[in-house]
């Protein structure tokens, strides 16, 4: 895949595997596979898209998260042919959905395998790897399916319990290139909130205590195909047909993104929990797919009171597209909120938002 323009701040793992492995062939008919001895087992070493916030939030993905969640690979074996050439009738013959776990300082999985290689030990192998985290987000095509694979996922409007599903694919790959660097992109969007206030009052302190975020039914796509892609940035690697994309919806309680009281002033700062992001489908919204229903508090010193608001906004309309952090900037004053400007950053950009 061609990165995204972040890719440049990668933090690396080095990754060893362990010896004392079992030895595997495959269906190629013309090729057998380096001993042990000569050092051709298959390592993986990972990096994920850097994010300039990175949330404690189990499921937003960071190279912590992935050694606990690990990542599952498919893999191709072509011969001495491309992927450009033979990938669209190849199968994953080499591996499929094979599970990968960090154990302590290195990527492990079990059985081990061999790079391919010609029987006169010219190394003209070649291997295409697939990868993604975690397993348990989405079904992975079937092992019979040609051509590059595909991820179904289906998005929870529960916001603790959305993912950041992650992918990386790397083609012909053979023995002496090394262990097998996986760069893994984030593949949703991230939606956040910003907020300030519209001025400074002398005698009054304003805070928001509450965000909602309530899918209008049959609106936001809750439901994709995900084709691996040498670029990870474009919109088309999402399939929301007719035939595969349902629409999530809330109930008129709505997802609380927010637990803590946070108090304004007019510089913008982080509005939803820093474990509450919205991990969603990239796609196109209207105004009014998405609703926020805001509250906040006004306390006066003189007289002193307290005065609880609430107003429901509707998201603008939006392109939401993969691997990009969408922040909705709230305006607030004593009586009434407002939608800003919106941020729109690669999760790599390590520039906050402006006031």
């Not at 975690?134 to 603790?160: E, Y």
């Amino acid at each position: 895949m061609i990165k995204m323009e972040e890719k440049n701040k990668r933090l690396p793992l080095a990754a060893v595997l362990l010896a004392g492995v079992i030895l595997l062939s495959v269906s190629c008919s013309d090729e057998n596979f380096v001993k042990e001895s000569s050092g051709g087992a298959i390592a993986f070493n990972t990096d994920v898209t850097a994010a300039s916030e990175l949330p404690t939030r189990a499921s937003v993905a960071d190279l912590s998260k992935l050694q606990i969640d690990g990542f599952n690979v498919s893999a191709f074996s072509t011969g001495t042919s491309g992927w450009s050439s033979s990938g669209a009738t190849a199968t994953p013959n080499f591996m499929y959905a094979q599970p990968v776990s960090w154990n302590s300082d290195h990527w492990e999985y079990s059985p081990l395998k061999y790079w391919p290689d010609k029987a006169d030990g010219t190394n003209l192998g070649k291997v295409s790897f697939f990868a993604w985290s975690p397993a348990s987000a989405g079904t992975p095509s079937l092992a019979s399916a040609q051509g590059a694979p595909t991820l179904t996922i289906t998005v929870t409007d529960d916001n603790a319990s959305q993912v950041d599903l992650i992918a990386d694919m790397l083609t012909d790959k053979s023995r002496d290139g090394g262990a097998v660097n996986f760069a893994f992109d984030h593949l949703l969007s991230r939606i956040g909130f910003m907020a300030r206030l519209d001025e400074e009052y002398a005698d009054a302190t304003v805070q928001v205590t509450s965000i909602k975020i309530k899918y209008i039914g049959g609106k936001v796509a809750n439901t994709g195909v995900y084709t691996f892609n040498t670029d990870n940035t474009a919109s088309t690697i999402w399939s929301l047909t007719a035939a595969t994309a349902s629409s999530m919806t809330t109930s008129d309680t709505g997802d609380r993104i927010t637990e803590s009281a946070l108090t304004l002033t007019t510089a913008n700062q982080r509005a939803n929990d820093a474990d509450k992001y919205l991990m969603l489908l990239p796609q196109t919204v209207q105004t009014g797919d998405v609703k926020a229903e805001v509250t906040w508090t006004v306390t006066t010193t003189n007289p002193v009171a307290t005065e609880t608001n609430t107003k429901t906004l509707d998201l603008p309309a939006q392109v939401w597209l993969p691997g990009k952090r969408y922040d909705y900037k709230l305006v607030i004053s004593l009586t009434d909120v407002v939608f800003d400007n919106t941020i729109v950053n690669p999760w790599g950009d390590d520039c906050m938002c402006p006031a």
